[in-house]
């Protein structure tokens, strides 16, 4: 009888002490995924020189090449050839004459750091502002630039990039798309220049891709396609 009390008592304790380690397990993994989320936490920071102002992220807390990203960031953010075409314009201290970019991270996990830039400059006597459309994708363990065709191959891409675009855009802006050679076109000169005709962002389950337009048009266009269809 001393001995099934003792089993008992020992099977009690037993049982308690894994409902214990199950919740110590638990509590460790909402830290973890806790500390994971502010692993890629961003702050918002302002370049402001004279007509110019640009905002732009920063990555705060834990991460692999934190500060290397970060002046990639800032650099593709503020000295790009919006900003250098704009300083040698003899008009930027004009009243008139203004940079006003925004910038929003799209994806960040440890596979990817993409980010839009969106805005508007002008120049003093220009015939309108130009809104513009930018986009910059950093694979983070490198600190590499991940371009659209690191990622997919064009040709076998463009049907459905095709077909997102006539279901998604207005008929005058794909009609000047098809125009210039169509979306073939638009792909092979994804990511090629600072100023891209054609360029992409990813979010989590999907891909923005951006097409540079007459400013009739309202200088650039996007379309989201599942990257399941992409791959």
Do not use: W
């Not at 089993?7 to 037993?14: A, D, E, G, P, V």
């Not at 214990?20 to 397990?25: A, D, E, R």
């Not at 920071?45 to 692999?64: D, L």
């Amino acid at each position: 009888m001393g001995n099934k009390t003792t089993i008992f008592q020992f099977n009690l304790r037993s049982t308690a002490m894994r409902k214990y380690f199950s919740l110590l397990i638990m509590l460790g993994c909402i830290l973890f995924l806790s500390a994971c989320k502010g692993q890629y936490d961003v702050e918002t920071c302002v370049f402001s020189k004279g007509n110019i102002h640009i905002e732009y992220p920063q990555i705060k807390g834990h991460c692999v090449n934190k500060d290397k990203i970060n002046d990639m960031i800032k650099e593709y953010a503020t000295n790009n050839s919006y900003v250098s075409d704009f300083l040698e314009s003899g008009k930027s201290s004009e009243s008139n004459s203004y940079i006003d970019f925004t910038c929003e991270v799209t994806l960040f996990d440890e596979d990817r750091f993409s980010m839009v830039m969106l805005g508007n400059f002008n120049v003093s006597a220009a015939a309108h502002p130009i809104n513009i459309f930018r986009t910059l994708n950093i694979e983070p363990r490198s600190c590499s630039i991940v371009k659209f065709s690191d990622l997919y191959d064009v040709e076998r891409v463009a049907p459905e990039v095709d077909k997102c675009a006539k279901e998604q855009l207005s008929k005058p802006i794909y009609d000047y798309i098809i125009s210039c050679g169509g979306i073939s076109y638009f792909l092979n000169e994804i990511d090629s220049s600072d100023e891209n005709l054609c360029s992409s962002a990813s979010r989590e389950d999907s891909l923005i891709i951006s097409f540079m337009i007459p400013h009739a048009l309202g200088d650039h266009a996007e379309i989201s396609i599942p990257v399941s269809a992409l791959t």
